[in-house]
């Protein structure tokens, strides 16, 4: 399957084009005038990975000629893409502000994040409470077990040995930076 640009479509009404180039028709309209801010609200929300990627390459290129955009999003991992300042609300607060690695820094110093990823889902309470022993919580997705840690390899290591001498198979486990969905869950919590 080609990939389908933006002209290619141009004879279709707005009305029966996908979501994801609907959004790229409203980001054409809104920067005809040439703005100096763009206010996007929810751009990307329920569109597929490449309409994804060619909205945000859409705001990089609009960020780089200087225009100043303003996205609202839940999408942190876009944020954190995009962003060159965050800002967070919870319950319509404002709770902080800044650049996302300076916030990410202040938050968690040194601290890296250790995933480990175990094969299924539907674990027993046993098997639960052997993860939580090793230092794991709960992640986002499903099998998917997060700590942060200061000695981050060594701490993956340790962690991936005792997950297996459990019983439980490790599809994967890996060391990264906290995210600002690890900053956005800290400041929920301390809310």
Not at 140 to 166: F, H, K, M, N
Request: overall charge neutral.
């Amino acid at each position: 399957m080609g990939v389908t640009r933006t002209a290619d479509r141009a004879h279709v009404p707005v009305r029966h084009l996908s979501g994801g180039y609907q959004r790229r028709v409203n980001i054409a309209a809104a920067i005809l005038h040439k703005p100096r801010l763009l206010i996007l609200d929810e751009p990307t929300a329920g569109v597929d990975v490449s309409a994804r990627d060619a909205v945000d390459q859409v705001i990089r290129a609009l960020a780089d000629q200087g225009v100043a955009v303003l996205l609202v999003t839940h999408d942190l991992d876009q944020a954190g893409g995009l962003a060159t300042r965050v800002g967070f609300l919870l319950e319509g607060r404002k709770l902080k502000e800044g650049a996302p690695d300076a916030l990410i820094a202040e938050a968690f110093g040194d601290q890296m994040e250790v995933v480990v990823q175990v094969v299924g889902a539907d674990l027993a309470p046993a098997e639960e409470g052997a993860l939580r022993r090793a230092g794991l919580e709960k992640g986002r997705s499903p099998g998917q077990w997060t700590c942060l840690v200061s000695d981050g390899y060594a701490a993956a290591a340790r962690i991936d040995e005792q997950v297996r001498a459990t019983g439980l198979a490790v599809r994967e486990a890996r060391v990264r930076r906290p995210s600002l969905h690890n900053l956005f869950s800290l400041m929920a919590e301390a809310a």
